[in-house]
């Protein structure tokens, strides 16, 4: 069992100043440098877990292998990292709470006042050493939700400076504020950090490494300020000046040396610096593409870009892969009708409809849908996509009415889709869908064979409705075929017409699966048949 070094990445100031990416990108360097990394977020709202949060309040709901609803920032981790995450990668304050007062409850602490300190701080802690436990890591980097100075924050905090405290030369504090520019006096101002620090060590926390969100670049002078005012030696005030895609920040911070500055830190063996080959291949891919194609993203979040994250960032990956820039056109579900959805549509060369919950929106995709099937236009839907197709497909194909899903009109005489057998009897929200990674076989000589390259795959899935197999037998003959199913439930998960261009409707989400060094064979395959269109 290795030794495993543990790195806490704290925010100041203002939120969204990118901690998950920071932390992604030290990992990415890391591992170049032949290390073994992995990422933890610790959130500090009651929620279990972010499943039954609106995305208007938390963005995307990210799914891992083993079925756990995680924060967006795990998907960060993956597509930065290539490796999957677990439940063990994303602890909330409610989770916490949770365990301590079902242990309370047991009789665990024998009589015992339950409290703070020791007792949320000591689940904290377990749950951060768990992590290192799980693996053979060498690093383990838990990034911290919220901001420096939140009453929520505080008890991770504390569990940092026990941490410290206990664990000494293994555990070391990289916090990320702003240097805000000021155009009036043309100046940038190091007072925010400060602070921020202070507070910090108001909690008995000193960072060790301090990273600076800033738009300009900082010079010796600010840097030497910084370092001075916030104990910390100035080779260790990294810049993060502003860059055009999270993507060019593990190469930013390998200039700034963050990943050298942690391993002299720890004691560790620096070596020879990452050269990240294959990643600036992407880049470089990214920004210099050979083609341009638009693609209809239709969603009822889309105002919301971070709802639909690892979408979009499928999107740069194929894209790359392709050389090809992927122009997201966000078209709102509920803004798009029979009546204006062919001028809404006429210049993209591909359609996605997004995956979602409830009836708002809904006739708005399967318009979308109808759109890109009877104009041969690339297609691809995501869970409710599929099932927004199949809907289409009964009512103007099979000249079902009335067809319907069970989740929008319970009442309807065709449910094409219907709620999972094992969903029927479950009456709580959190945590009970079909939730991650499911065996799907693949039907020969079909868009989705084609784009795998392979017979059997794994995809994670978030939904509690299904194609109702009942009525597979009339899609078929129709011209709608099945081309993957569960071999274990003979569930279907993906659903083409093969005698159109490339659609294709998923009931997983292969977003979940997409990286920057292993781009997702559908979405590629999709972008790939936009692109001849």
Known sequence: MKSTHYIFVTGGVTSSLGKGIISASLAKLLQERGYAVTIQKLDPYINIDPGTLNPYEHGECFVTDDGAETDLDLGHYERFLNTPTSQANNVTTGRIYQTVINKERKGDYLGKTVQIIPHITDEINRRIKLLGKTGDWDFVITEIGGTVGDIESLPYIESVRQLKWEMGQKILVI??????????????????????????????????????????????????????FCNVHPDSVIESADVSTIYEVPILMAQEKLDEQVLLKFGLPVGKAPELLKWKSFIEKFKNPKSHVKIALVGKYVELPDAYKSINESFIHAGAVNSCKVEVIPIHSEKINENNVAEILK???????????????????????????????????????????????????????????????????????????????????????????????????TNASKAYKKAEISERHRHRYEFNNAYLKKFEEAGMVASGTNPDTGLVEIMEIPALKWFTGVQFHPEYKSTVLEPHPLFAAFIKAAIEK
């Open 347 to 445: 210049d993209v060369k591909g359609i996605v409809v997004a995956p979602g919950f409830g009836h708002r929106g809904i006739e708005g995709k399967i318009a979308a849908v109808k759109f890109a099937r009877e104009n041969n236009i690339p297609f691809l839907g995501i869970c409710l996509g599929l099932q927004c197709a199949i809907i289409e497909f009964a009512r103007n194909v099979l000249k079902l009415a009335d067809a319907h899903s069970t989740e929008m009109q319970r009442s309807t005489t065709n449910p094409v889709v219907d709620l999972m057998d094992n969903q029927k009897n479950i009456s709580g929200l959190g945590g009970t869908m079909r939730l991650g990674a499911f065996k799907c076989e693949l039907k020969k000589d």
């Open 175 to 228: 916090h990320l504020t702003l240097v805000p520019f000021l155009a009036a006096s043309g100046e940038l101002k190091t007072k925010p950090t400060q602070h921020s620090v202070k507070l910090l060590l108001e909690n008995g926390v000193q960072p060790d490494i301090l990273v600076l969100r800033t738009e300009h670049t900082l010079n010796a002078d600010v840097k030497n300020k910084v370092a001075r």
